[in-house]
């Protein structure tokens, strides 16, 4: 068996109260703990964790303010599905930014024939596992990395993040037929 090497972990003391965060790459790494199989899970914060708080800042904000203003005190119904859609996709949208994208281990051989080197990673991977040059992590079934988010979507977070995707575009397909509908009813 080969060993695998860790990435640089790094203690990083955060400005409150001293507390001590991880650092992994470029990802925070704010919980971990081993699940009943024996598998890590890690809660985790990207590097660009102030993007997750303004997109965070205006989907609610944008929702509720529609759903407060706009919307007649009187159409409960409307206002419970798009609050609700609001809820799912800021739920989904913090899912898919403090999951563990699917961090690969480092290895310092080839565990078989067709994995290759990674200059940036300082390390063997399989076919699937990409470098992410923002997070600077080896991460399993790569997609993209996400600004909304502040990190990459792979194989950790890929199902939180289509669950959100499809939840903005509701909600906001949502938002634009009832306001046009609010604002026909006026008389607008």
């Avoid at 996709?89 to 913090?94: D, E, N, P, V």
């Avoid at 051989?109 to 200059?119: D, G, H, I, R």
Wanted: with cysteine; glycine share 6%; hydrophobic share 45%.
């Amino acid at each position: 068996m080969v060993e695998s090497g860790n990435w640089p972990i790094r203690e990083e003391k955060v400005c409150f109260g001293g507390l001590k965060i991880r650092k992994l790459g470029n990802i925070y790494i704010l919980a971990e703990w081993s699940r009943s199989d024996g598998k890590k899970r890690r809660l985790v914060l990207g590097p660009y964790w102030h993007f997750l708080i303004i997109t965070l800042a205006v989907v609610t904000s944008v929702s509720l303010m529609i759903y407060v203003w706009v919307i007649p005190s009187d159409e409960k119904l409307e206002r419970i599905i798009g609050l609700s859609l609001t809820i799912l996709a800021a739920t989904s949208l913090l899912c898919t930014a403090l999951n563990d994208p699917g961090i690969f281990p480092r290895y310092s051989k080839p565990l078989a024939q067709n994995w290759t080197y990674s200059e940036y990673a300082q390390s063997y991977r399989p076919p699937g596992v990409i470098y992410c040059q923002q997070c600077q992590v080896l991460i399993e079934e790569y997609n993209h990395f996400c600004p909304w988010s502040g990190i990459v979507i792979g194989k950790g977070n890929e199902a939180y993040f289509q669950v959100f995707i499809t939840a903005i575009v509701v909600a906001l397909l949502y938002d634009v037929v009832i306001v046009a509908l609010s604002l026909h009813d006026i008389g607008f």
